[in-house]
Nanobody
Framework: QVQLVESGGGLVQPGGSLRLSCAAS????????MGWYRQAAPGKQRVLVA????????NYADSVKGRFTISRDNAKNTVDLQMNSLNPDDTAFYYC?????????WGQGTQVTVSS
């Protein structure tokens, strides 16, 4: 069964940190580009936060550069997003994505709320 399962979301104060994790099953994980997307509110666009290719090349949205780090463990079939210096603008539902043409697989998402 093809599945991506996110974990690690929650409530954090401004300036705090969270680590999101995504566990993949049912795919040849090492062949996929993995990414984290976020959606600030229902009806708003889901936007790319960070991605990492099968070779380990990374890409970040300008708004998170220097604060977020994406990493993958091909032995464990996981991709993580370390989020530091969080601010209220980072509040969103975060989704894990696995992409290898023509497949695009989404997890169910996890909520991140940054608030004092």
């Amino acid at each position: 069964q093809v599945q991506l399962v996110e974990s690690g979301g929650g409530l954090v104060q401004p300036g705090g940190s969270l680590r999101l994790s995504c566990a993949a099953s049912g795919i040849i994980f090492r062949r996929y580009t993995m990414g984290w997307y976020r959606q600030a509110a229902p009806g708003k666009q889901r936007v790319l936060v960070a991605s990492i290719t099968s070779e380990g090349s990374t890409n970040y949205a300008d708004s998170v550069k220097g604060r977020f780090t994406i990493s993958r463990d091909n032995a464990k079939n996981t991709v993580d997003l370390q989020m530091n210096s969080l601010n209220p603008d980072d509040t969103a539902f975060y989704y894990c994505n696995g992409n290898r043409w023509p497949d695009s697989i989404w997890g169910q998402g996890t909520q991140v709320t940054v608030s004092s």
